[in-house]
Nanobody, 122 residues
Framework: QEQLVESGGGSVQFGGSLRLSCAASRRLFRISDMGWYRQDPGKERELVASITASGSTKYADSVKGRFTISRDSAVNTLYLQMNSLKPEDTAVYYC????????????????WGEGTLVTVSS
């Protein structure tokens, strides 16, 4: 059963914009931070952006000033607004949600979406 479903990927030209969405199932509870990873074949997986339950955000240096991560608790959805897109942004983008450990001896559990492809042409 899918618990995170991404959408919004596509093909855009240099300098264009896209907004990715990640709809989380109501079965996903006790989630702390959420975020987006991306990976292109032959490259290492990169953490693009993350956001905590309280709204604190972090961004990869490569996307600072261009991407904005946000979450809408009312509809349990995560977003990634991507502006000024560059060819190097081309990748499959994956949404994740983290469930923190119950206690100090425990481990976090991450949930992942299937990914959505973003292609930026020069």
């Amino acid at each position: 059963q899918e618990q995170l479903v991404e959408s919004g990927g596509g093909s855009v030209q240099f300098g264009g914009s896209l907004r990715l969405s990640c709809a989380a199932s109501r079965r996903l509870f006790r989630i702390s931070d959420m975020g987006w990873y991306r990976q292109d074949p032959g490259k290492e997986r990169e953490l693009v952006a993350s956001i905590t339950a309280s709204g604190s955000t972090k961004y990869a240096d490569s996307v600072k000033g261009r991407f904005t991560i946000s979450r809408d608790s009312a509809v349990n959805t995560l977003y990634l607004q991507m502006n000024s897109l560059k060819p190097e942004d081309t990748a499959v983008y994956y949404c994740y949600a983290r469930r923190p450990p119950v206690n100090i001896e425990g481990h976090a559990v991450d949930f992942w979406g299937e990914g959505t492809l973003v292609t930026v042409s020069s």
